[in-house]
């Protein structure tokens, strides 16, 4: 026998094993085990969840000067299309011109401030409050500007 492309098959198609009628795909092979994923640790991106007021953790104290404490800022996302490709570009491309690191709290979920996947990941909605943490020696500094360009109403003008 051959295929469609003139090429032979393994062996007849009757002896091929046939999956009993009405199961469903599992998606794991002819395994019951776990899976690859489930033996893959969690990644960077697991966090576990803030304190039960809902506020994220606060940042340590034992900081050894006042400079490279982190700051915290609530700050509303009023662009019409929250916080979106463009937005999140711009708060990157802010926050490479300061010598910090940023976070941002959209409820229970955290972002890098420098990654443009974690942030669009979060889905901040229009008029969402979420919550900016600036880390570094430029965090006095940074965290107005950066608190602006979340803030924005437009969002859109690329005149950093």
Known sequence: MVNAVGRPYD??????????????MSGRGASNGSGPRESLSPGPRAQT?????GDPP???????????????RIVRVRNPNGLHPRLADR?????????????IWNGEMRADG???????????????????????????RAIDTLA????????????I
């Open 11 to 24: 062996r007849p198609y009757s002896q091929y094993e046939e999956e009993p009628r009405g199961t469903a």
């Open 49 to 53: 969840p803030p304190a039960a007021s």
């Open 58 to 72: 606060a940042p340590a104290t034992d900081c050894p000067a006042a400079s490279s404490c982190g700051l915290r």
């Open 91 to 103: 708060f990157i491309r802010t926050l490479k011109q300061f010598s910090c690191t940023a976070t």
């Open 114 to 140: 420098a990654n443009i996947w974690d942030l669009i990941s979060l889905v901040v909605l229009p008029e969402s409050e979420i919550i900016l943490e600036v880390h570094g020696p430029d965090a006095a």
């Open 148 to 159: 602006e360009v979340l803030g924005s109403p437009g969002g859109e003008d690329y005149t």
